[in-house]
């Protein structure tokens, strides 16, 4: 009854505010328990790092879900992928450290780059030295790749349901 395209775009208006409001209620509460750096430039851009840090995850689920057929496999196949994308993430493991074959994973993990702009917003102004965790890319960039991930992964995701639709 719809084009892939139309059916694509409401999908993602209808989930916007779905990926908007649970890390917004997430941040209200998390953000003083925690005792992050007062202040309304930093809870605001925290609030956006979240925000853009959800819809990448949201993006690479959907990405990740548009090659099957089957949900069962599509459900089964994104935890792999999470962890993969957590584990190359830079929390865990200084991504130096990493052996060179699976250093490519860190360059497409939104939590990388949610991590790099949440460490510099938090120590901003400050005298840490975040350059020794090799957080150096600072907030801009992190937020620009953040919406890049977003974007490359929603359209690989439409192309891939285009191409697969079925001829009714």
């Given at each position: 009854?719809?084009?892939?395209?139309?059916?694509?775009?409401?999908?993602?208006?209808?989930?916007?505010?779905?990926?908007?409001?649970?890390?917004?209620?997430?941040?209200?509460?998390?953000?003083?328990?925690?005792?992050?750096?007062?202040?309304?430039?930093?809870f605001f851009m925290y609030l956006l790092i979240s925000l853009l840090a959800s819809v990448a995850g949201s993006s690479y689920g959907l990405m990740i879900s548009s090659f099957f057929k089957e949900p069962k496999a599509a459900v089964s196949?994104?935890?792999?992928?999470?962890?993969?994308?957590?584990?190359?993430?830079?929390?865990?493991?200084?991504?130096?450290?990493?052996?060179?074959?699976?250093?490519?994973?860190?360059?497409?993990?939104?939590?990388?780059?949610?991590?790099?702009?949440?460490?510099?917003?938090?120590?901003?102004?400050?005298?840490?030295?975040?350059?020794?965790?090799?957080?150096?890319?600072?907030?801009?960039?992190?937020?620009?790749?953040?919406?890049?991930?977003?974007?490359?992964?929603?359209?690989?995701?439409?192309?891939?349901?285009?191409?697969?639709?079925?001829?009714?």
């Amino acid at each position: 009854m719809y084009t892939v395209l139309a059916y694509f775009i409401s999908r993602n208006i209808a989930e916007l505010a779905v990926i908007t409001f649970i890390p917004l209620l997430n941040l209200l509460i998390i953000y003083w328990m925690i005792e992050l750096h007062p202040g309304a430039g930093y809870f605001f851009m925290y609030l956006l790092i979240s925000l853009l840090a959800s819809v990448a995850g949201s993006s690479y689920g959907l990405m990740i879900s548009s090659f099957f057929k089957e949900p069962k496999a599509a459900v089964s196949s994104v935890p792999i992928v999470g962890l993969a994308i957590i584990a190359f993430g830079g929390y865990f493991k200084h991504l130096k450290d990493l052996p060179g074959w699976v250093g490519w994973i860190e360059y497409i993990s939104p939590i990388r780059y949610a991590f790099i702009a949440n460490a510099t917003n938090e120590y901003r102004n400050t005298t840490a030295p975040i350059e020794l965790l090799g957080l150096n890319m600072g907030i801009t960039l992190s937020l620009v790749l953040l919406v890049v991930i977003s974007v490359a992964a929603r359209l690989i995701a439409v192309i891939v349901l285009s191409l697969s639709k079925t001829k009714l």
